[in-house]
C-alpha cells in the first residue's frame, strides 16, 4: 500500500510541471490506480483472500445471533449463565449493536439453517471480558457452517477473589469502565496468581473450568429439546474449543492441562488458543491428546514472563500448528482491530490479521471436526502477515499435498523478503509503462485542436449512511 502511496504523491508533483498532459493523467488516475490492483495480485506473492473457500467445504451461510440464559447451581451456590450463539442460517441479517457498541449485520433469533447436524464451538473468552470479545471469528465460524456458544463467566476481583468484576458483558450491565480500575484489578491478578501457582489452579478450576464444561453440557441438551430451535442440529461427536488469553487457558484445562483429571472434557476433538499462557500448567501440556492450534501476536509478552507462549506448541503432541502474527499485540484476537473499521464484516474483509485468523482458525476446525480434505489447502499456505507458521502433523495424519509447498514437523514458514521486492518491483514498472501510454497519448492529442473539458469529480469511496437501529 505505500508503494501506491508513493505513486500518488509523485502523480501529484508532476501535475505542477504541466498542463494539457496532468489534466489527461488526472482523468485517467483512477483507471491507472484499476489497472494496478487487477494486476498486483497475478504479478505479487499471494495475499490474504477474503474467503475460506475450500473445493469441498460447506456453503457460506449468513449468520444467525441470539442470547441464551441457564441457571448454574453447584452446591448451595447458583447463579445466571449468560451465552451467546451464532449458527449458521437462511434468514436475512439485518443491521445489528452488540451490548458493546460493535456493529455488525446478523439475523437475530432467526431460525438455523436445516442443513445440520453442525460441529459446536465453545469460545471462553479472556479475564474480566465477554463472549462477545471476539466477533469477528465467532461470527466468521458461524458462517462456515458451526455453531458457536460463548458464556460470561463471573471473574472475581482479588485478592477474596468474592466480589465479581467485568469489563464487558452480552447483555445487561456495560461493565467497569473506568481505566484505573481495570489497570488495578489486572494488575494485582497477575501479581498473585503468578506469585501463587496453586491459587491460580484453584481460580481456574473454581471460577473457569466447572462452567466451560456447563456450557457445552447445556448447548448439548437444548439440541436434543424437541421445543428447541436446535433441536437435531447440534452435532454431539464434532465438539471443539477455543479461546483468548485466560480463556485460552481455560481451554487447556479443559483438555487435560489442569492437575486434576477428571476436569478433562473427553468429548472436546480439536482445539484453538489465542494468546494463551502456558503457567500454571507447563508441566502437563504434554497431556494433551487433541490436536492443537495455538496463535499469538509478535508483540504479545504472556502474564508470566518466565514461561513464553512458545512452550505450548513445544510441548504438546502432533497434530499441532503454530502462528505468530506480524503488527499484532494481545488484543488483536479480540475486538480491538474493528475499532478502525465501521462494521465487524468490513474488519473481516479489511484487516490482514483478522483475516489470517478466521481462515487459518476455520480450515483447523473444518479438518478435525469435519474432516474436511480441502482445508489443507489454506492450512498448507503461508499467509504474508504471519511471522512464523509452524506445523507438526505426525506419522497418523497425511498431509494433502497442494501445489504450495508444505512444512511439517518443526521447520518455520516466514515470509521471503525477495517475494516482497519482486512485487513492489513489478508494480512500479507497470506505473511507469500505465503512466507513460497516458502522456504520450496526451501530447498526441495536443497536436490537434484543443478543446474544452468539463471534469465530473466522483469520490469513489462515497457511500450513504445507513442509520442503524
Known amino acids: 500500500m505505500k508503494q501506491f502511496l508513493y505513486v500518488i504523491t509523485a502523480l501529484s508533483m508532476y501535475r505542477t510541471k504541466v498542463n494539457y498532459e496532468a489534466a ?17 495480485p497475478a504479478v505479487g506473492p499471494a495475499l490474504p483472500c477474503s474467503e475460506c473457500g475450500h473445493p469441498d467445504s460447506d456453503p457460506v451461510f449468513n449468520v444467525g445471533f441470539t442470547i441464551l440464559e441457564f441457571q448454574y447451581a453447584e452446591g448451595t451456590h447458583q ?3 449468560t451465552v451467546a450463539v451464532w449458527y449458521p442460517t437462511l434468514s436475512q441479517t439485518s443491521d445489528y449493536i452488540y451490548n458493546n457498541g460493535f456493529r455488525s449485520r446478523v439475523a437475530p433469533d432467526a431460525p438455523p439453517a436445516p442443513s445440520g447436524p453442525f460441529p459446536l464451538i465453545a469460545f471462553y473468552h479472556g479475564g474480566y471480558s465477554t463472549g462477545i470479545q471476539s466477533l469477528c471469528l465467532t461470527e466468521y465460524l458461524a458462517s462456515r457452517g458451526f455453531i458457536v456458544a460463548a458464556p460470561d463467566f463471573v471473574d472475581t476481583v482479588p485478592p477474596e477473589f468474592v466480589e465479581p468484576a467485568a469489563f464487558e458483558r452480552i447483555q445487561g450491565s456495560k461493565g467497569v469502565k473506568d481505566p484505573v480500575t481495570v489497570l488495578r484489578i489486572v494488575g494485582e491478578f497477575a501479581k498473585i496468581m503468578n506469585a501463587d501457582r496453586e491459587k491460580f489452579v484453584w481460580y481456574m478450576e473454581t471460577f473457569r473450568l466447572r462452567k466451560a464444561h456447563f456450557a457445552i453440557d447445556i448447548m448439548l441438551q437444548i439440541g436434543e429439546k424437541k421445543d428447541s430451535p436446535f433441536y437435531g442440529l447440534i452435532d454431539q461427536r464434532t465438539i471443539g474449543a477455543s479461546g483468548h488469553s485466560l480463556g485460552g487457558l481455560t481451554t487447556l484445562g479443559l483438555i487435560g492441562a489442569h492437575p486434576k483429571e477428571e476436569l478433562r472434557d473427553t468429548r472436546v476433538k480439536a482445539a484453538l488458543v489465542l494468546s494463551s499462557g502456558v503457567y500454571p500448567y507447563e508441566d502437563r501440556i504434554d497431556r494433551i491428546q487433541i490436536p492443537l492450534m495455538t496463535m499469538h501476536g509478535d508483540h504479545d509478552e504472556p502474564m508470566n514472563p518466565n514461561f513464553p507462549r512458545s512452550l505450548l506448541y513445544e510441548r504438546t503432541s502432533p497434530p499441532k500448528y503454530y502462528l505468530v502474527l506480524g503488527n499484532s499485540t494481545h488484543f488483536t484476537f479480540g475486538n480491538m482491530p474493528c475499532q478502525q473499521y465501521r462494521t465487524v464484516p468490513s474488519c473481516q ?35 504474508p502477515i504471519l511471522i512464523v507458521y509452524e506445523k507438526n502433523l505426525g506419522a497418523q495424519v497425511p498431509v494433502t499435498q497442494s501445489t504450495t509447498t508444505t512444512r511439517t ?10 517475494a516482497r521486492l519482486v512485487f513492489t518491483l513489478t508494480v512500479a514498472a507497470v506505473c511507469v509503462i500505465a503512466i507513460t501510454t497516458v502522456i504520450v497519448a496526451a501530447r498526441h492529442r495536443r497536436s490537434g485542436q484543443m478543446r474544452k473539458h468539463t ?15
Do not use: M, W
Not at 471534469?455 to 437501529?469: A, E, G, M, N, S
Open 24 to 40: 489527461s493523467l488526472g482523468r485517467n488516475l483512477h483507471l491507472l490506480l484499476l489497472l494496478v490492483a487487477a494486476l498486483a
Open 349 to 383: 474483509a479489511l484487516d490482514p490479521r483478522v483475516k489470517a485468523i478466521d481462515q487459518y482458525g476455520c480450515a483447523f476446525f473444518e479438518k478435525y471436526l469435519k474432516n474436511r480434505t480441502g482445508a489443507d489447502d489454506q492450512l498448507s499456505r503461508t499467509d
Open 79 to 81: 447463579e445466571a449463565v
Open 409 to 418: 514437523s518443526t521447520e518455520a514458514t516466514r515470509l521471503q523478503p525477495t
Open 455 to 469: 471534469v465530473t469529480h466522483i469520490d469513489k469511496d462515497f457511500k450513504p449512511h445507513t442509520h442503524l437501529r
